[in-house]
C-alpha cells in the first residue's frame, strides 16, 4: 500500500511539471514575407543533333591520278579554292589540238568572207565555213572543260576534314577527296510533340547545352518547322539556327535544347511555404490576432525554388515562408524576421 502511495504521488508531480512545461512553451517562432511577382515560362527539354549550316563530300569527277593538292587538314579553305588537281596532260595536248583547228577554221573563214565580198564565193560555201568554225571552237571550249573538270574546287568557304588521300593516288570517278563545312552558325535539328505545335513558331527563341561545354549557352532561333509529322512518333521536326562563335560546336554533337514559351507574371511564393495534403496545397498567413490561418492555393509553374500560384493569393499578401512545419490551423505564432534580419517580435 505504501509503494502504491508513493507511486501515485510520484505520477501526480510529472504531471504537474508537464503541465507546466506545455503551459510555458513559447509560440513557434516564423517569418512572414510578402508574396512577389515573379516571371515564369513553360520549358520543354528535347534532344537535338548539329549539323553544319552546308556541308558537301567533294569528290572526283573522273578516273584520274592526283597530282597535287591544296589544302590540309582541318584547314579553312575560300570559295572557289584549289582543292585537288588530276592528271590532265592527255587532256591538254586535246586543247592545244582544238584550239589549232580553230584558229584555221577562223582564218579559212575571214578568206572565204573576203571572196563572198568580192563576188568568188557563194552563200552556200560562207555558210559551210561558218559552221565549220563555229564546231572548231565548241570542240576547243569542249577540251578546256574537260581539263577545268580536273582541277577540284572548294564549292564554299570553310572547313575542311582530314585529309585521307596523298598526291600520286589513283580515284575513280565519285572518290572523296574531301568534306568541306561551313560552321560559321549550326543548323540544330529535333523533335518536339505534335501537341506542341501551337507553342512554338518561326524565329523563337531557345536555348541549347553541349557535354562539351556544361558551363555554357548557346541561344538560336527556330528557323523552320517540318510540315510533315511522322506517323510513327506522333512527333514534328524543328530545325534551328545557332551562331557558332569560335568554332565551339561541330557537326554530329548531341545537344539539349529547352524551348521556352508562355512568359507571364505571376504571384510566387518559395516551396518552403507550401504545405500539400494530396492533390491540396496551403500557405499561412497570420492574422491580426496572432493566430495561424491556413488558405488554400493554387499552384503551377516552377522556377527553381519558387512556385507560381495561379490562385488564391495575390502580390502583396503576407504569408509565413519559414517555419510552416510547426504551424497548425488557430495556432498563436510569434513573427520573426528574415535571415539576416532584426529580433523577434509577437504577430498583430
Same mark, same amino acid.
Given at each position: 500500500?505504501?509503494?502504491?502511495?508513493?507511486?501515485?504521488?510520484?505520477?501526480?508531480?510529472?504531471?504537474?511539471?508537464?503541465?507546466?512545461?506545455?503551459?510555458?512553451?513559447?509560440?513557434?517562432?516564423?517569418?512572414?514575407?510578402?508574396?512577389?511577382?515573379?516571371?515564369?515560362?513553360?520549358?520543354?527539354?528535347?534532344?537535338?543533333?548539329?549539323?553544319?549550316?552546308?556541308?558537301?563530300?567533294?569528290?572526283?569527277?573522273?578516273?584520274?591520278?592526283?597530282?597535287?593538292?591544296?589544302?590540309?587538314?582541318?584547314? $579553312?579553305?575560300?570559295?572557289?579554292? @584549289? !582543292? *585537288?588537281?588530276?592528271?590532265? /596532260? =592527255?587532256?591538254?595536248?586535246?586543247? #592545244?589540238? +582544238?584550239?589549232?583547228?580553230?584558229?584555221?577554221?577562223?582564218?579559212?573563214?575571214?578568206?572565204?568572207?573576203?571572196?563572198?565580198?568580192?563576188?568568188?564565193?557563194?552563200?552556200?560555201?560562207?555558210?559551210?565555213?561558218?559552221?565549220?568554225?563555229?564546231?572548231?571552237?565548241?570542240?576547243?571550249?569542249?577540251?578546256?572543260?574537260?581539263?577545268?573538270?580536273?582541277?577540284?574546287?572548294?564549292?564554299?568557304?570553310?572547313?575542311?576534314?582530314?585529309?585521307?588521300?596523298?598526291?600520286?593516288?589513283?580515284?575513280?570517278?565519285?572518290?572523296?577527296?574531301?568534306?568541306?563545312?561551313?560552321?560559321?552558325?549550326?543548323?540544330?535539328? $529535333?523533335?518536339?510533340?505534335?501537341? @506542341? !505545335? *501551337?507553342?512554338?513558331?518561326? /524565329? =523563337?527563341?531557345?536555348?541549347?547545352? #553541349?557535354? +562539351?561545354?556544361?558551363?555554357?549557352?548557346?541561344?538560336?532561333?527556330?528557323?523552320?518547322?517540318?510540315?510533315?509529322?511522322?506517323?510513327?512518333?506522333?512527333?514534328?521536326?524543328?530545325?534551328?539556327?545557332?551562331?557558332?562563335?569560335?568554332?565551339?560546336?561541330?557537326?554530329?554533337?548531341?545537344?539539349?535544347?529547352?524551348?521556352?514559351?508562355?512568359?507571364?507574371?505571376?504571384?510566387?511564393?518559395?516551396?518552403?511555404?507550401?504545405?500539400?495534403?494530396?492533390?491540396?496545397?496551403?500557405?499561412?498567413?497570420?492574422?491580426?490576432?496572432?493566430?495561424?490561418?491556413?488558405?488554400?492555393?493554387?499552384?503551377?509553374?516552377?522556377?527553381?525554388?519558387?512556385?507560381?500560384?495561379?490562385?488564391?493569393?495575390?502580390?502583396?499578401?503576407?504569408?509565413?515562408?519559414?517555419?510552416?512545419?510547426?504551424?497548425?490551423?488557430?495556432?498563436?505564432?510569434?513573427?520573426?524576421?528574415?535571415?539576416?534580419?532584426?529580433?523577434?517580435?509577437?504577430?498583430?
Amino acid at each position: 500500500m505504501r509503494n502504491l502511495i508513493s507511486f501515485m504521488a510520484l505520477s501526480l508531480l510529472a504531471a504537474c511539471g508537464d503541465s507546466d512545461e506545455r503551459r510555458e512553451r513559447p509560440a513557434p517562432l516564423v517569418t512572414v514575407a510578402p508574396v512577389k511577382s515573379h516571371l515564369f515560362t513553360d520549358n520543354y527539354v528535347a534532344v537535338g543533333t548539329a549539323n553544319a549550316n552546308e556541308q558537301v563530300s567533294v569528290r572526283a569527277p573522273v578516273t584520274e591520278r592526283i597530282t597535287k593538292l591544296g589544302f590540309n587538314d582541318g584547314a $579553312f579553305v575560300q570559295r572557289g579554292q @584549289m !582543292l *585537288a588537281v588530276l592528271a590532265q /596532260g =592527255q587532256e591538254t595536248a586535246s586543247l #592545244a589540238s +582544238a584550239q589549232a583547228r580553230a584558229r584555221e577554221a577562223e582564218q579559212q573563214l575571214a578568206r572565204v568572207a573576203e571572196l563572198h565580198r568580192r563576188g568568188f564565193a557563194t552563200n552556200a560555201s560562207l555558210d559551210a565555213q561558218t559552221a565549220t568554225a563555229a564546231a572548231a571552237r565548241a570542240a576547243a571550249n569542249e577540251a578546256n572543260a574537260s581539263i577545268s573538270d580536273r582541277v577540284v574546287r572548294a564549292p564554299f568557304s570553310g572547313v575542311v576534314s582530314l585529309r585521307r588521300i596523298s598526291v600520286g593516288a589513283v580515284v575513280t570517278a565519285g572518290d572523296e577527296i574531301a568534306t568541306v563545312s561551313d560552321i560559321g552558325s549550326i543548323k540544330l535539328d $529535333f523533335s518536339v510533340p505534335e501537341t @506542341m !505545335l *501551337a507553342s512554338v513558331k518561326v /524565329g =523563337q527563341s531557345i536555348m541549347a547545352r #553541349a557535354a +562539351a561545354f556544361p558551363d555554357r549557352h548557346f541561344e538560336g532561333r527556330i528557323q523552320a518547322i517540318d510540315p510533315v509529322i511522322n506517323p510513327q512518333t506522333r512527333a514534328a521536326t524543328l530545325r534551328a539556327v545557332l551562331p557558332n562563335r569560335g568554332a565551339l560546336l561541330k557537326p554530329g554533337m548531341l545537344l539539349n535544347v529547352t524551348i521556352s514559351s508562355g512568359a507571364r507574371t505571376s504571384p510566387a511564393v518559395p516551396e518552403l511555404a507550401l504545405i500539400r495534403e494530396g492533390d491540396q496545397s496551403f500557405v499561412y498567413t497570420v492574422g491580426k490576432d496572432g493566430k495561424a490561418k491556413r488558405l488554400p492555393v493554387t499552384t503551377g509553374g516552377r522556377d527553381g525554388t519558387l512556385v507560381e500560384i495561379t490562385d488564391g493569393l495575390a502580390a502583396g499578401d503576407r504569408i509565413v515562408t519559414e517555419g510552416v512545419v510547426k504551424l497548425s490551423e488557430g495556432a498563436t505564432v510569434r513573427t520573426g524576421p528574415q535571415r539576416g534580419g532584426g529580433p523577434a517580435k509577437s504577430a498583430k
